[in-house]
């Protein structure tokens, strides 16, 4: 298994571009989501989703858009990309699981490193 | 959302047992305690997960209390290596509607 990739590993873009972040994991999970990561700060969840068709926005949701038609897949839109956006971007995934009790294990991507100038 | 409150820093020597404390005063009675570790330019990685009591795997130990309104990490024995941020969760996944949230984590220096 390959995990979670994420690509590209880094992007410069210009203020008003756009561009989507890929996440895709290979493991059959159900719960995926997307967290940005400042320097020195920890992670802020943007989006995330709890199967195919179904999303839900996080703390930091403003200016990113996600869509999840896949199970395999969970990219990440930046409709018009802003300086404040320039940050570390991480994917995760998770299992569903049942019984007790669960697990709240992540599976954590490499991260994008998106700079927005 | 339990928030949670920990360390923003603490150092160690190698050899040395660490416990790095988290509060949850707001914790749910459905919430799990978890904890990851991050390296730096790596994601964060699954370290240990806890409801009540204490838990223990390969890698730490887990203490949460009878009221659940803190939990403490345990790391036995630190290496150079465990140099690292630690992150402490606490909430519930989607099967029970809810979401993951970070907080500022512990950055933990490990020295010779």
């Keep these: ?117 | 959302l339990a928030k949670t409150t920990q360390p923003i820093s603490m150092d160690s020597y190698e050899g040395q047992e660490v416990n790095i404390t988290c509060s949850h005063n707001n914790i749910a009675t459905n919430d799990y305690i978890t904890w990851y570790q991050q390296f730096p330019s790596q994601g964060p990685r699954f370290i240990i997960q806890g409801y009540k009591t204490k838990v223990t795997n390969e890698v730490a130990s887990l203490f949460i209390p009878a009221d659940r309104k803190s939990s403490t990490l345990s790391l036995p024995r630190v290496s150079l290596s465990d140099t690292a941020v630690y992150y402490c969760l606490v909430g519930r996944l989607y099967n029970q509607g809810g979401k993951l949230i970070f907080g500022q984590g512990t950055e933990l220096s490990v020295k010779p």
């Excluded at chain 1, 298994?1 to 996440?23: I, R």
């Excluded at chain 1, 068709?53 to 990219?75: A, K, L």
């Design chain 1, 1 to 117: 298994n390959a995990g979670v990739t994420q690509t590209p590993k880094f992007q410069v873009l210009k203020t008003g571009q756009s561009m989507t972040l890929q996440c895709a994991q290979d493991m059959n999970h159900e719960y995926m989501s997307w967290y940005r990561q400042d320097p020195g700060m920890g992670l802020r969840l943007i989006h995330y989703s709890v199967g195919a068709g179904i999303t839900d926005q996080g703390e930091v949701p403003n200016g990113y858009n996600v869509s999840r038609s896949t199970t395999e897949d969970f990219p990440l839109r930046l409709l018009s990309a802003a300086p404040s956006q320039t940050s570390v971007y991480f994917c995760a995934s998770s299992p569903r699981t049942g019984g007790f009790p669960r697990s709240y294990e992540q599976y954590f991507g490499p991260g994008t490193r998106l700079t927005v100038t």
